[in-house]
């Protein structure tokens, strides 16, 4: 099922508490892949525990060099095309009970999502079932054979023995379909949650430019707030019309802000879905905020804002509207705002440069 960030992340905490609860069930192992360090250590207090009642912790990280992690929590570090650095899970196994979140990030965002970090979408999966965190471990401990310390597999495979070893009651089917409807009525929730977001969001004047009807920089400041480098990409196009610096100066305030408003409308017909943002720099400097897309979108996007500006001369003030552009899709964070817009003034009209 799709998964917001924000359920996911209060599934990974139940999970994680349900293991801080099996202090007398032992050996207990927790595996938890958490894409990158930066996610990790929001955590760490709560894995320090987990491990420090002897529980085997692994946790799985998007990392060149080993982590400097707390003592008892191991890890196996992912290469980025790794298909596990696109995962978020946590499973828990015990001789007596087990559980499991399994997570796809599918690098998109829910539109009604007040920022991009709590509108990531995920296809995921959860159990509270002993027999499928058992499988879930195998999983795990096939993938990082070969990429941790073999002390590392010794102690999962001495948690995995000790499961076989014990009797199976095939676990609460009472309890998986209580918890199912409370996770389900969560997610209609916070869904609801991020639609009353976003309707707030909507009417904050001082996040809005008046002439245009285009975001500011403070609501792309607050909108990006707390990602991450490395996750979701996302595709940035920078414009610049040179005509409006001087245009107040030449035909007067009116013809500067119908020029304006023309310009605002131009960038909403570009912005093909909800999640997609316009954010107005400077004066006449633009930029376009596209999550999850990649240059041949950038392009067209480019094609179809260069055409509405040239048919803005056919209305007041009459003047001919020649936008310079340039464009990235980045994974980092901070997004590489600056570099997008110098390029973009300096760019030659038409052409589009994508920046690596």
Not at 46 to 61: D, P
Not at 273 to 283: E, K, L, N, P, V
């Given at each position: 099922m799709s998964v917001s960030k924000r359920l996911l992340v209060a599934l990974s905490h139940a999970i994680e508490r349900f293991a801080l609860a099996g202090a007398?069930?032992?050996?207990?192992?927790?595996?938890?892949?958490?894409?990158?360090?930066?996610?990790?250590?929001?955590?760490?207090?709560?894995?320090?525990?987990?491990?420090?009642?002897?529980?085997?912790?692994?946790?799985?990280?998007?990392?060149?060099?080993?982590?400097?992690?707390?003592?008892?929590?191991?890890?196996v570090l992912l290469d980025e095309t790794d298909p596990l650095a696109r995962e978020w899970s946590v499973t828990v196994l015990s001789p007596r009970s087990g559980?499991?979140?399994?997570?796809?990030?599918?690098?998109?965002?829910?539109?009604?999502?007040?920022?991009?970090?709590?509108?990531?979408?995920?296809?995921?999966?959860?159990?509270?079932?002993?027999?499928?965190?058992?499988?879930?471990?195998?999983?795990?401990?096939?993938a990082m054979a070969g990429r941790t310390a073999t002390s590392t597999l010794d102690r999962i495979d001495e948690v995995l023995r000790a499961v076989v070893a014990s009797p199976h009651d095939g676990g609460d089917s009472r309890l998986e379909a209580s918890m199912r409807f409370v996770t389900d009525q969560m997610e209609r929730a916070l869904r609801g949650e991020a639609r009353n977001d976003r309707q707030l969001d909507d009417a904050r004047e001082d996040d809005r430019d008046r002439a245009t009807g285009a975001r500011t920089p403070a609501f792309l400041h607050r909108w990006t707030a707390g990602g991450t480098s490395g996750t979701l990409p996302m595709g940035l196009l920078g414009l610049r019309v040179p005509e409006i610096e001087s245009m107040r100066r030449s035909l007067g305030m009116r013809a500067e802000y119908a020029?304006?408003?023309?310009?605002?409308?131009?960038?909403?017909?570009?912005?093909?879905?909800?999640?997609?943002?316009?954010?107005?720099?400077?004066?006449?400097?633009?930029?376009?905020?596209?999550?999850?897309?990649?240059?041949?979108?950038?392009?067209?996007?480019?094609?179809?804002?260069?055409?509405?500006?040239?048919?803005?001369?056919?209305?007041?003030?009459?003047?001919?509207?020649?936008?310079?552009?340039?464009?990235?899709?980045?994974?980092?964070?901070?997004?590489?705002?600056?570099?997008?817009?110098?390029?973009?003034?300096?760019?030659?009209?038409?052409?589009?440069?994508?920046?690596?």
């Open positions: 007398d069930d032992q050996p207990t192992l927790v595996i938890a892949m958490f894409q990158r360090l930066s996610y990790f250590e929001r955590e760490v207090e709560m894995y320090r525990r987990i491990a420090g009642q002897g529980t085997v912790t692994v946790v799985g990280l998007v990392e060149d060099l080993p982590p400097a992690l707390p003592p008892g929590i191991d890890h559980a499991c979140l399994v997570a796809l990030d599918t690098e998109t965002v829910f539109e009604d999502s007040p920022t991009l970090e709590a509108g990531r979408r995920f296809e995921g999966s959860w159990s509270f079932r002993r027999e499928d965190a058992y499988h879930e471990v195998l999983r795990l401990r096939r020029a304006l408003e023309a310009i605002g409308q131009s960038l909403r017909q570009v912005l093909p879905q909800r999640a997609d943002r316009a954010i107005r720099i400077g004066a006449g400097d633009f930029l376009l905020l596209f999550p999850a897309r990649h240059a041949a979108d950038l392009a067209r996007y480019h094609d179809q804002v260069q055409g509405h500006l040239r048919r803005c001369e056919t209305r007041y003030p009459f003047v001919p509207l020649h936008g310079t552009a340039a464009a990235a899709v980045t994974r980092n964070r901070p997004l590489p705002v600056d570099e997008v817009m110098s390029a973009a003034r300096y760019s030659a009209p038409q052409h589009l440069p994508i920046l690596a």
